[in-house]
């Protein structure tokens, strides 16, 4: 079973956050991870992910440079920054409370009220 997209949608910049929050790294490295941590039910288009690390840099949440790679292509890395920890703070904090929301949402009441 693979997870559709829509489910992960307006939470790609908070995924990216997560994945910096233990060091600097790179697009392939990023995505990679995303499909490791998920079993390969999920994988983070390269597109969406490029674009969402032009959105996290330019509002300061990451910062990039080019790696000194002494083999093959040089690779650009991306840092979060004290302004990406609060953000990634913030978008955690949201996600909890949205997913305890939808949580009561979607479950089935019963005929007394309760939830199952």
Do not use: N, V
């Not at 995505?31 to 969406?48: C, N, P």
């Amino acid at each position: 079973m693979s997870i559709t997209a829509d489910l992960i949608r307006g939470h790609t910049d908070t995924i990216i956050l997560a994945a910096l929050m233990s060091g600097d790294s790179y697009g392939y490295r990023i995505s990679r991870m995303i499909s490791k941590q998920t079993d390969g039910r999920f994988e983070m288009k390269e597109a969406t992910l490029y674009t969402a690390f032009k959105r996290l840099e330019e509002s300061g949440c990451i910062s990039s440079y080019w790696g000194e790679e002494g083999t093959g292509a040089r690779r650009r890395y991306y840092a979060i920054t004290a302004t990406g920890r609060e953000t990634y703070t913030k978008l955690m904090h949201e996600w909890e409370e949205a997913g305890a929301l939808i949580e009561r949402l979607i479950r089935i009441p019963t005929a007394d009220g309760f939830i199952i």
